[in-house]
């Protein structure tokens, strides 16, 4: 068992909003693994983060996506910083992996930038810029295909991913 893909970005590209689509499309179900580690800890990555700090969170998430990556089908959508982590950097080796990219005009209207976003509770727009600058190398080199999500629907980047895969399965 393998996901038939998997999304990583920065916050406010879309990887869950368009893992759903992607998944209707595909005719499949879509697992989030930031809502599965919420779901799993029953408290919110905020709350995870102010009391137990970035680095439980980050153990969490690193358990949950090798779990995902080895045990999902269909589409898996990361949490953002997911994929700095070498060990998951090592696990999507051979998984079919799409960067959803996005600027931060894009971003900025997605995702308010709200306190619900631990990283960027600190001046948001400066805070996603710097993550973004930082993570892109790595988004990139992970990536089989980089879609770019600026100012387009779900179900338009979705068709593009299926076009990019092969077609509908």
């Excluded at 973004?132 to 979705?158: F, G, K, Q, S, W």
Aim: net charge negative; with cysteine; glycine share 10%.
């Amino acid at each position: 068992m393998a996901p038939e893909v998997v999304l990583i970005g920065p916050p406010g590209s879309g990887k869950t909003t368009v893992g759903a689509a992607l998944a209707d499309a595909l005719g499949t179900m879509c697992h989030d693994t930031d809502a599965a580690v919420e779901q799993a800890q029953g408290r919110t990555i905020a709350d995870i983060f102010i009391e137990a700090g970035e680095p439980a969170f980050r153990t969490l998430e690193r358990a949950e996506v090798a779990r995902a990556l080895r045990e999902e089908t269909g589409v898996v959508a990361l949490g953002g910083g997911a994929p700095m982590d070498p060990e998951t950097q090592a696990a999507l080796a051979g998984h079919t992996v799409v960067f959803l990219d996005v600027g931060i005009s894009d971003a900025s209207k997605r995702i308010g930038f709200d306190q619900s976003r631990p990283l960027l509770s600190v001046n948001p727009r400066a805070s996603w810029t710097r993550l973004m600058n930082e993570r892109r190398p790595t988004y990139t080199r992970l990536a089989t295909h980089v879609v770019d999500t600026a100012t387009r629907t779900p179900e338009d980047i979705a068709a593009e991913i299926v076009a990019l895969l092969g077609g509908a399965r």
